[in-house]
């Protein structure tokens, strides 16, 4: 079974440019998160899907960040205008349901605003 | 809000060597992850401990819950080079949006040195 996949793996991008990560979740996976690691901190929660719907966004920074799930499947986050401190490392997970459910992340994908 | 305090952030030892990594939270969860990330992968679930005194062990690492003192630890015995990773704890939090989200601890890198 394929695991959860992210591309780009890398992307830089100079400020005021847009930049769309894309998460693929495992298969048959409802639920699906966002999280950023900025440099020397902690892992933050951006949102959550269930299917399609947005369960909680309310780690998304501000309104510059967009993210989708066209289907219920991939995802999408679109940072536009990129600024500098939006660069960090954006893991997506998935699981089949919400709690107890375990979630499974992907590689991330480094983003680096000059 | 709930935070998690990992220590040392950093970790250099020896071949051979024990140690243990600390995470301390400041309020109740249901469960508690330690997760394995080598540089450029997935976040890989090592162990989930779900109530107090639960203590689980895979190979050189083991894993132990106190939530009376909100503590777990990540206990590593004769350390070999294969360990040299980064190792994150997280908590799992409802949020006021009804979403079960993770929260991290910064991450202790650790180094095992030959």
């Known amino acids: 079974e394929a695991g959860v996949t992210q591309f780009p793996s890398h992307s830089v991008i100079e400020k005021g440019q847009t930049v769309t990560l894309r998460c693929d979740p495992i298969?048959?996976?409802?639920?699906l998160y966002w999280y950023r690691r900025v440099m020397g901190k902690e892992i933050k929660f951006l949102l959550h899907?269930?299917?399609?719907?947005?369960?909680?966004e309310s780690g998304m920074p501000n309104n510059r960040f967009l993210a989708e799930r066209t289907g219920g499947t991939y995802s999408t986050l679109k940072v536009q205008p990129a600024e500098l401190e939006d660069s960090g490392v954006y893991f997506c997970?998935?699981?089949?349901?919400?709690?107890?459910?375990?979630?499974?992340f992907g590689p991330g994908t480094r983003l680096t605003v000059t | 809000e709930l935070k998690v305090e990992q220590n040392p952030l950093f970790l250099s030892m020896q071949e051979g060597k024990n140690y243990t990594i600390y995470c301390n939270y400041s309020?109740?969860?249901?469960?508690l992850y330690w997760y394995r990330q080598d540089p450029g992968k997935s976040l890989e679930s090592l162990f989930v401990?779900?109530?107090?005194?639960a203590v689980k062990q895979e190979g050189r690492l083991m894993a132990s819950l106190d939530t009376k003192a909100r503590l777990s630890t990540l206990h590593i015995t004769a350390a070999v080079h294969d360990l040299s990773a980064t190792y994150f704890c997280?908590?799992?939090?409802?949020?006021?949006?009804?979403?079960?989200?993770?929260?991290f601890g910064k991450g202790t890198k650790l180094s095992v040195i030959p």
């Open positions: 997970a998935s699981s089949p349901a919400s709690f107890p459910y375990e979630q499974y």
């Open positions: 298969s048959g996976h409802d639920n």
């Open positions: 401990l779900l109530s107090n005194g």
């Open positions: 899907f269930v299917k399609e719907s947005k369960q909680d």
């Open positions: 309020t109740t969860s249901d469960r």
């Open positions: 997280a908590l799992v939090v409802l949020s006021g949006a009804g979403s079960y989200q993770l929260t």
